[in-house]
Nanobody
Framework: QVQLVESGGGLVQAGGSLRLACVASGRISNINVMGWYRQAPGKQRELVAQIIWTGNINYTDSVKGRFTISRDNAKNTVYLQMNNLKDEDTAVYYC????????WGQGTQVTVSS
């Protein structure tokens, strides 16, 4: 089993910044993918950013240049630095860990007010 605990969500004004963190614990493989997804009300869950164990990174187009994903392997933690936040970034953000297994965090709310 792998447990994921997210933190860092909250309310922020448009143009502001937040940093999300996701700590993984349990039976963690060195070969894994960790990422952030989000789900806005009435919409499907979508990939925001992911970082592969090789260091490769992917972002959805709408966050490129504003969000940065990083990981600290020693701490089994993945971060999402979100800058220049927009109203449309409002959503519940979920951390995901997967290797041959698939785990999700409980989600953290990010609300951007204009």
């Amino acid at each position: 089993q792998v447990q994921l605990v997210e933190s860092g969500g909250g309310l922020v004004q448009a143009g502001g910044s937040l940093r999300l963190a996701c700590v993984a614990s349990g039976r963690i493989s060195n070969i894994n993918v960790m990422g952030w997804y989000r789900q806005a009300p009435g919409k499907q869950r979508e990939l925001v950013a992911q970082i592969i164990w090789t260091g490769n990174i992917n972002y959805t187009d709408s966050v490129k240049g504003r969000f940065t994903i990083s990981r600290d392997n020693a701490k089994n933690t993945v971060y999402l630095q979100m800058n220049n936040l927009k109203d449309e970034d409002t959503a519940v953000y979920y951390c995901r860990y997967h290797d041959i297994r698939d785990y999700w965090g409980q989600g953290t709310q990010v609300t951007v007010s204009s």
